[in-house]
C-alpha cells in the first residue's frame, strides 16, 4: 500500500500535482485569477483516490485525507468545472475540511467568503455541496456501511448560517436539503441506524433572526 503525503504552504499556487503510476493516486489542485495565502494538507493512503479542483482568491485552507480505495474529491456533478468562472472554490477566507473513507465521493462549488465545512465520510457515500453564501458553518457525518447521500444546498445567505447533518448506521439513507435565506439559519438533521430512511427539504426563510430546524429520525 502506498502512501501519499503533501503538505504545501505557499503565497500562491500555479501547479497541478500528481501521484505516482504504482498506487494510481491523482492530485490536480491550480489556482485561477491570482490569489495568497494558500494553506492546503493532502494525504493519500491506497490505491485509486483522486483530488482534482481549482480555486481562486486569497486566505483558504484545505486539509484533506483520502484513506482505503477510490475516493474522490472535486466539483460538483452539475456545474461542472468552475476553472473557466473563477474556480471550484472561489472567494476568500474559505476553509474545507474532508476525511474520506473507501469510495467516498464529495463534490462541491464554494460561492463566497469565510465559510468553514468539515465533511467525513466512511463507506461508499456521496455529498455535494453548493454554496453561495458567506459564513456558512456547515458539517456532515456519513459513516457505516451503505450509500447515504447528501445534497447540500445554500444560496444567498449573507451571515449566520450553521447545518449539522449526520448520516449513520447502515441503512441507505437519504437527504436533499435546499437552504435560502437572508440572515440566520439553522438547520440539525440526524438520521440513525440500519433502517432506510429519507429526507427532502426546502427552506426559504427571509426572516432575519428566524429559521431554525431540527430533525431526528431512526433507531
Not at 473507501?102 to 461508499?124: F, K, M, S
Request: glycine share 12%; charged share 10%; with cysteine.
Amino acid at each position: 500500500m502506498e502512501l501519499k503525503y503533501l503538505l504545501i504552504s505557499l503565497i500562491s499556487l500555479s501547479l497541478p500535482v500528481f501521484a505516482g503510476p504504482s498506487d494510481n493516486n491523482h492530485i490536480h489542485v491550480e489556482q485561477v485569477n491570482g490569489g495568497k495565502n494558500l494553506d492546503i494538507t493532502i494525504s493519500q493512503i491506497g490505491f485509486d483516490n483522486e483530488i482534482n479542483f481549482s480555486f481562486a482568491h486569497k486566505n483558504n485552507t484545505f486539509d484533506f485525507l483520502q484513506s482505503g480505495n477510490g475516493n474522490y474529491i472535486g466539483w460538483v456533478s452539475y456545474w461542472g468545472s468552475g476553472k473557466s468562472w473563477g474556480g471550484d472554490v472561489d472567494g476568500t477566507g474559505n476553509t474545507e475540511t474532508v476525511r474520506q473513507y473507501n469510495g467516498a465521493t464529495y463534490g462541491r462549488h464554494i460561492w463566497g467568503n469565510n465559510n468553514e465545512v468539515d465533511v467525513y465520510q466512511e463507506g461508499t457515500h456521496t455529498h455535494n455541496l453548493d454554496i453561495h453564501a458567506n459564513s456558512v458553518i456547515h458539517d456532515i457525518t456519513q459513516s457505516g456501511t451503505g450509500s447515504h447521500y447528501n445534497h447540500t444546498y445554500f444560496y444567498g445567505t449573507t451571515s449566520t448560517s450553521q447545518t449539522t447533518i449526520v448520516q449513520s448506521g447502515s441503512g441507505s439513507h437519504n437527504s436533499q436539503i435546499t437552504i435560502q435565506g437572508n440572515q440566520p439559519t439553522t438547520l440539525n438533521l440526524t438520521q440513525q441506524g440500519g433502517t432506510n430512511m429519507s429526507y427532502n427539504l426546502t427552506q426559504n426563510c427571509f426572516t432575519t433572526g428566524g429559521c431554525t430546524v431540527s430533525v431526528t429520525q431512526g433507531n
